[in-house]
């Protein structure tokens, strides 16, 4: 027998153990959950960016709410967008430093250079911003791509062809007024300028993001043998290539009929503005005649850009990826084949619900979402694969410290926990869409340093704001300069920054250790530099930059 | 020792109900990874709705689990074992894995919801077309060596012997800096063109590549972003002729069809008395595509002798008009799904007008 079943599981039949019982059963847990104050932390941070409040795990510490509560109420929470755009910008990479068009060549920006990283994130945050409102609205995910609307802010929202409302400020819904037919982010300048087609391309590269985006499919890491010795050499060679040497067809040949319905953005000139903030519509006609295809989407025609958002949506592998670009967000590392039966679950939810938040419920209600850590039956594969730790990368740091002491980190008008040119957004450990493409998850040098910065100055913040200068109350609850170790509102305050800043109640020897650290301190200088000191040290703690 | 099962006895005892149960309880069935998988690797070829089978046998399609499963044997040595599909290779190991599990099941499990392209509605009758049509018409034929000229005047009249740079003398390629220069009477320009002159034939041929604008002192904007190419055989009255406009070339200032700053990727090519023109003109409202539409004296003088044009409406789909050859300038008009608009009848007059002296 069981040489039978060796030789049946070889050769892909399915294995009678697995039928007996449905597979969780016969697998062993590998995977311990996280304590529950943790994962209301882990959901908080992943679904709104932020800490949760002391409120919050007061509730869950009296049993009023669970986490799956907590998380319903996160997924509708105002930070929810916000997120959502950082989230998916790891997995769409539209927030790069660069596009072909600089934001001086606009007068209305060239003089200030403050205006360059506004500009930039205006442009390459757009199609994030629509699928983050359509998420946030919980509308059918498919909006994405049939929507008759994108959004733009005060920088895109005066530039381009939108109804932007003359009075208003930050982002909002817009209708583009050149023409472009209704297809969501594949009607959006801030996709195709980041995802941008040279003259000679024809478009293919765009699709080749389609299908990466939208159905998981990635062309450019296809295992395709080109012939021995065919070589490939100018742009009229490649075209006969495409057409005709099979080695090339077997990706063109569904590249090119797609790739036909994006020709209103193909740009007579990739670096002039105007051909490429303005939608083409007589070029429309040009696709099936320069690619010599007909439109379609593998194997369905079609006849216009309008046409491809249904056909998308109709298509099983929108869903699947949708399942899995969530699921892969929130795991922090790839979806494999051995995530099949969780991805089943996920993918079941969008079936019952084809919507965002349904998605993220299912992969944050899954096992592999709320490890925190590995039971004695892991196998090294388990303990290779799966992420039971989190790091906060710079962008999600400069989130929770904003929230929690009012403190951003700018230079010029440039982010620095959100962007390279002058920034460390990479250094830190987050993803800036061209050469990085998935957070940190163990510590670097440079994100050590990045952390320890944003950690000091961030404490310091908050010492001035709230301790010297009576502003609200954020990091800190009651304590003032005047407490001192032993007093009730000192150990208060060091219990409330425990909870709030690690998610559970102190052990008294960390409550002694701290309180020798503000006093050795507090013997150098005074309580607010004393303050400042234990502030950021907190701030460094492995049980808060790990989630 | 078992060296190949034949995939319809490989499962052992009692496999059909096996198989079947495993079908349902497995993660990628069908729907989930099957259907997916068939459409990227193999559908541009093995489609019943594909455009171009590339050479795959007709018949030969996985658009559903029940043609997959009928071919599965073949499928399985094409793909699995001698890897001659799909064509040009790329399967990754994963892929060749679930396509092995996929194969093992049973075809009761699936699912197989066709797909479908809807097309609405033609939203412009024949008289809607024939007003777009006729609106981009009115604008004559769009000559590169006239844009050019339109281009230079406004430098002629506003430019300073440094803003751009350039601009005061031919060969009129100017540069300025990328964030703009600002002329003595408040024009701003910004970025440049470039422009090649080659002899061919016995005339000359200009390339003028654009990728600037500037700004009047009202703030309207002029506007050379693409190229422009032209060429005469400089023989005078029946002169040879071609004219290639394509990016977005004008100034919000200017009369005429140039202040709609159009967008265009349009050719034409002919001599005094017939012409062929061929791409799409954008004015504000209206989107033409003209389809190797012919003007010709000796055929059809005033009217038109042949070809046709297409009239796109707001949503994004076209009405394709093709002429009679009664020199009616009228044709038969159908709209993207199939359907008749009817007939539709374009002026040809402004084309003609501005054919007439044309000489490069």
Known sequence: MTAWVLLAGALGCPDPAKIE?????????????????????????????????????????????????????????????????????????????????????????????????????????????????VAAEDLPWATIVTGDWSMANEVTGHLWPVDYPADATGWQKVHYTDGRPSAGILATNGLWWRYFSTVSNYNRGRVAAIARLLLCEDYLSREVSVAGGSSVADAADIEDHLRGNPYCLGCHSSIDPIATALFGFWPANEYSIEEIERYHPEREPLGPILLDVAPSWFGTPFTSLADLGPLIEEDPRFATCAAETMASLLWRREATLEDGAELADVRAAWMAEPRMKAVMRAVTDGAKYRAGGFTAAASAPDLERERVVRQLDAPLLASVLDDLTGFSWSWEGFDQLRSDTWGFRVLGGGVDGLYETRSLDVPSLTWLLVVQRAAESAAAAAVDAELLGGGDRRAFVAVTLDDVPGDEAFTDELVALHRRLYGSRPEPSWTAEVEALWSASAAEADAAEAWRTTLAALLQDPLFVSY | ??????????????????????????????????????????????????????????????????????????????????????????????????????????????????????????????????????????????????????????????????????????????????????????????????????????????????????????GRSLVFGGELEWWGDGTGADALWESRIDGTWGYEGAPGWQGEMPSLSFAAAGAAAEATLDGGIAFVGAVVYFDALRLDAAVCPGSIAGGGLRVRDDAGYWTTLTFDEDCSACGAATFADGSSIGTVCVDPAPLWASLVGYDP
Request: with cysteine.
């Open chain 1, 21 to 133: 019982a449905p597979a969780e059963a016969a697998v062993p847990e590998v995977l311990s959950p996280l304590p529950d104050a943790r994962l209301a932390r882990r959901l908080s941070l992943d679904l709104r960016g932020v800490l949760p409040s002391l409120a919050e795990l007061d509730s869950l510490e009296a049993g009023q709410v669970d986490t799956s509560t907590l998380r319903d109420s996160y997924l509708d929470d105002p930070r929810f967008e916000e997120r959502f755009v950082q989230l998916l910008g790891q997995a769409w990479r539209t927030q790069v430093d660069e596009f072909l068009v600089r934001y001086v060549e606009y007068p209305e920006l060239a003089g200030d250079e403050a205006n360059e990283y506004p500009f930039e994130r205006a442009v390459g945050e757009e199609p994030l911003r629509l699928a983050a409102r």
């Open chain 2, 1 to 218: 020792m078992l060296l190949f099962l034949p995939l319809s006895m490989s499962c052992g005892p009692g496999d059909a109900e096996v198989a079947a149960e495993a079908c349902e309880t497995q993660s990628a069935g069908w729907d989930g990874w099957g259907r997916g998988f068939f459409t990227t690797w193999c559908g541009a070829c093995h489609s019943a709705t594909t455009a171009d089978r590339r050479g795959a046998p007709v018949g030969s399609n996985f658009d559903s689990w029940d043609e997959v499963w009928a071919q599965r044997a073949r499928i399985e040595e094409r793909v699995l074992v001698d890897e001659s599909m799909p064509l040009g290779g790329g399967l990754s190991e994963a892929d060749r894995a679930e396509l092995k599990a996929l194969l093992a099941c049973d075809d009761d499990a699936a699912s197989d919801p066709g797909d479908e392209s809807v097309i609405p509605p033609a939203s412009l009758d024949a008289a809607g077309v024939a007003a777009r049509a006729d609106r981009v018409v009115a604008g004559g034929i769009p000559f590169a060596s006239a844009w050019f000229d339109g281009f230079v005047d406004i430098l002629m009249a506003h430019a300073d012997p440094t803003c751009p740079e350039g601009a005061n003398a031919p060969p009129y390629a100017i540069r300025a800096a990328i964030e703009g220069c600002v002329t003595a009477d408040g024009w701003m320009f910004s970025g440049l063109t470039l422009r090649e002159t080659t002899a061919e034939g016995t005339g000359v041929r200009e390339v003028v590549v654009g990728d600037g604008w500037g700004r009047d002192p009202e």
